[in-house]
């Protein structure tokens, strides 16, 4: 799980418009990061809002990690840089879905929310050892609340964005008092204007 905030804990403006919080040096982490993986994730909403390619630039098609979209309801449009031909996508919606995708494969997985941990069987079946979450708030907190995260990596900007409307790392509907997720710093680095932390998810709490 990877994501920048800034230090209210804020990952984008009110408008949910795409907001670049990471430093240069972060930048290049992420790329490092990116190039360390079998498969990136994200939400319809992050395509939505942000239209990210979710590649490597410089990289060969055919090092490029495979691209995973959650699409419940079929939303993204047929022109989302997603769904060009830089990397293999494979697109994940519900099973009465009926949306087609051009230049994407297609598996329709859960009843009314989507069922992440077959996700995962079909990605390690595929050869997915490590899969980068990248948002976004409601996204990454379906993989927290389904107990699927290993290791949450965030970068710490240097401004301030504040709102209530505005989106936070791990949004959906929250966890009640008992239910939070327990984390364990194992480092944490400066990089540039900003702060790098790595958790892992306490299994033992």
Do not use: W
Not at 141 to 159: E, H, I, K, T
Not at 160 to 180: A, K, M, N, Q, Y
Request: net charge neutral; with cysteine; glycine share 12%.
């Amino acid at each position: 799980m990877n994501c920048a905030m800034s230090p209210d804990g804020k990952i984008a403006g009110a408008e949910r418009r795409q907001l670049r919080i990471s430093s240069p040096e972060d930048m290049d982490r992420v790329k490092r990061l990116r190039m360390e993986c079998q498969a990136i994730l994200v939400g319809a909403g992050t395509i939505l809002a942000d239209d990210p390619h979710l590649t490597v630039k410089g990289q060969p098609t055919e090092k490029q990690a495979l691209r995973v979209v959650l699409d419940p309801r079929g939303k993204i449009p047929e022109n989302a840089l997603v769904l060009d031909t830089r990397a293999r996508t494979l697109v994940v919606t519900l099973e009465d879905c009926t949306r087609q995708y051009q230049g994407a494969e297609t598996v329709r997985l859960g009843k009314g929310t989507l069922d992440l941990k077959a996700l995962l069987d079909i990605l390690g079946q595929r050869g997915v050892s490590t899969l980068l979450v990248e948002g976004g708030g409601e996204t990454i907190y379906s993989f927290f609340r389904a107990g699927l995260v290993d290791v949450y990596s965030v970068f710490v900007g240097d401004f301030i964005i504040g709102g209530r409307e505005s989106p936070t790392p791990v949004d959906g509907e929250g966890f009640r008092l008992g239910e939070h997720v327990p984390l364990r710093l194992v480092s944490f680095e400066r990089l540039g204007s900003g702060v790098h932390l790595t958790y892992e998810v306490r299994r033992d709490a």
